[in-house]
């Protein structure tokens, strides 16, 4: 389907190609009419003469001031839409141009007046603009039919412009007549009784003129001609082409319409799918608006809910205020306990310090002691020792003396009594002197004010 359609697209273009081809070699064989008419200028309303040149296979006119002029002053343009009539109101207001005006209207909508010699030369002008519109509406429908958008009415391009061409030639005549007829009454104009020589030579040389600008409008006539028989030749050539090209054309359109019955089944599948797809989003309409409904009351429910736990972050709020409060409270609480922690630190550290010396000066008594018992434990040894020699005598002396041993014994306790009673400064010690015979004896520490400041136990080694 997708060549076909390119293909066609090709063809139709070759076929475009062909057309232009065409129209623009009809327009080489192209018969201009000239002659001259009044015109009536857009500003200031008056009336000027001006040269026309009317090319009726373009419908293209253009006017000079003079005819031996070159460069044209102006055109005209005109289309197959454009009013052009003659005018039963004589614009000009002269009675000699009675049935000589005639009217143009312009795509452009810009309005031309005009006037002719003669009616019959306004006539000629008309009826060549309607033969030039005849063939642009034939140029017009040779494009359409490439499309198949439009049939053929007013015949084949190079038919029309062959009719446009001998419309021109026989308008010519009546121009020329008209020009003929200008001169004479302008020749016939003076009085007889004002004819003299010098008039009439003017008038022979104007006269003289006339003829030569006709023999060159009559030479270029003969071109003209012989141009027609070479281009009738011509034509009988494009004629053929033409008629290839409307057989391509209509090939294209045979295969135009195939594809435009394809098209047109491939629609009506679509029509029945989007029927389908439209039901299928009535359904889909419907359960939305069912969930529409039930997410609408799940909405409302989810308000209360919302309300509730709003009323239950404002209790909440209320609380957590009241707990910051009492945040507040213990901080200030430990802040304070903190402050108090520090003051007992202190005071620990202090009573470390304090007694670590206490400490310190209680080893120191302590050793102190130690040397006293070491001395005591030395002296109680010596006592010993004398008191076993004696008891070695006594024994030796006999019974008889047995009481004043006794006695000295006594006294010998007596004695290590009071050295084993001494006073230091300290606290409470024990010693093991002996593991047999050991007895503990009170130590006070005495302060140089006579306070008691202490006791410690001091064991003394008993004597046997």
Known sequence: MASNGTSSELENGNNLEKIKKQLSSSSSGRFLLQGPLLKRSETLRNWNERWMILDPTSGRMEYKIRRNEVSAKGSIYFDATSTITMSPVNFHGLPKYDGCCFYIGTPQKKDYF????????????????????????????????????????????????????????????????????????????????????????????????????????????????????????????????????????????????????????????????????????????????????????????????????????????????????QRAVLEASLAHAEEKARVSEANADAQVKEASGRLEAIQKEKDELLSLVHALQSQLHRQHGSLSHEDKLESHSGSGSSSPLTKHVDQLEERADVDKACVVSGEEVQLAVDQENIRSVDVREISPEGEDRGSFDVGVVAPP
């Open 114 to 325: 005009l006037c002719a010699e003669t009616p019959g030369a306004a006539k000629a002008w008309v009826s060549t603009f309607h033969a030039a519109q005849l063939v642009l509406r034939a140029h017009k429908e040779a494009v359409n039919s490439l499309a198949g958008s439009t049939n053929t009415t007013s015949g084949t391009v190079p038919t029309v412009v062959a009719a446009a061409n001998a419309t021109a030639m026989e308008a010519s005549k009546e121009i020329e007549a008209a020009m003929k007829v200008s001169l004479r009454s302008a020749l016939g104009y003076v009085p007889n009784t004002a004819i003299n020589q010098n008039q009439l030579e003017d008038d022979l040389t104007v006269m003289k003129e006339t003829l030569r600008v006709k023999d060159e409008e009559l030479s270029q006539l003969a071109k003209d001609i012989r141009a027609r028989d070479s281009t009738i030749n011509e034509l009988a050539q494009k004629l053929t082409e033409t008629a290839n090209a409307a057989q391509s054309a209509a090939s294209a359109a045979k295969t135009l319409d195939e594809q435009r019955h394809i098209l047109f089944a491939e629609i009506e599948r679509i029509k029945r799918d989007a029927e389908k797809q439209i039901q299928l989003t009535l359904l889909k309409v419907k359960e939305s608006e069912k969930q529409v409904t039930d997410l609408t009351k799940d909405k409302e429910i989810l308000l209360k809910q919302q309300e509730t736990a709003l009323q239950e972050a404002q209790l909440w709020r209320t609380e957590l205020a009241k707990a910051q409060d």
